[in-house]
């Protein structure tokens, strides 16, 4: 049986956000459940990848296929994909003056939920998921960096995404907090979702392995290839 496909990626070119090329020639395809690592250098184009796959970044050339959606993709479109896709940052991007239960909450109503009850129990569902249940109730700054970025995570989950897409997801945090959410990221995946995760922290690559591509002098080389991609 042939793996179904969550990204598809052809003949690709990748722009930064002032339309500079980053990365060319990108021929690329991700398998539903898996995980994979995007590494680089900063300003190596890991970043404008992911932005592009989430729909930050218009596709201006080549053709893709995200969690059922086609690239170029559609205005119209941003929003539905949004809701297969989770994406989870750095800097946690939490709602500081509501509580955590109102963050996640704010995400729901915003993707079309309407029962309360039903709110409030994939609310409950996801905390537990990652472990910050006790933490409903508080605001942002009352939480730990690493509670802050569960909450990120719990945040991503709600919608029950096809793939998440996570940037430098434990670059604010201690080592002993970044392995907890490496531990979380590994379970969920192993729950079905699929994960790609950019990260300069090459422990995390030898503590918890699984493909690796690596954005490098304009191209992305891929670990489950025996060449470079387009070299």
């Known amino acids: 049986m042939t793996p179904e496909k969550?990204?598809?990626l052809s003949n690709v070119n990748i722009y930064q956000e002032d339309n500079s090329l980053v990365l060319s020639d990108i021929d690329f395809t991700m398998e539903k459940g898996e995980f994979l690592y995007l590494i680089g250098q900063t300003g190596s184009g890991k970043s404008s990848l992911l932005k592009t796959l989430f729909g930050?970044?218009?596709l201006s050339s080549g053709s893709g296929h995200v969690a059922g959606?086609?690239?170029p993709l559609q205005r119209k479109?941003?929003?539905p994909l949004r809701r297969k896709l989770g994406m989870i940052f750095q800097d946690f991007q939490l709602l500081n003056d509501r509580t955590v239960?109102?963050?996640l909450l704010f995400v729901l109503k915003a993707t079309g939920w309407k029962d309360k009850q039903a709110m409030r129990n994939r609310i409950s569902e996801v905390l537990m998921k990652v472990g910050v249940e006790f933490a409903s109730g508080k605001k942002p700054h009352q939480i730990s960096g690493g509670e802050q970025q569960r909450v990120a995570i719990a945040r991503s989950l709600l919608n029950e995404p096809l793939l998440l897409?996570?940037?430098e997801p434990t670059g604010n945090l201690d080592p002993e907090t970044g392995t907890?959410?490496?531990?979380?990221f590994m379970k969920i995946n192993q729950y079905g979702t699929a994960i790609i995760l950019a990260?300069?922290?090459?422990q995390w690559i030898e503590k918890f392995p699984a493909h690796t591509i690596h954005c490098k002098n304009g191209r992305l080389n891929d670990s489950r290839k025996t060449s470079v991609l387009k070299s």
Do not use: S
């Open 6 to 8: 969550i990204v598809t």
């Open 56 to 58: 930050d970044l218009p």
């Open 69 to 71: 959606f086609d690239f």
């Open 77 to 79: 479109n941003i929003p």
């Open 101 to 103: 239960y109102e963050n």
């Open 165 to 167: 897409i996570a940037d």
């Open 180 to 184: 907890g959410i490496m531990e979380t």
């Open 199 to 202: 990260t300069h922290n090459m």
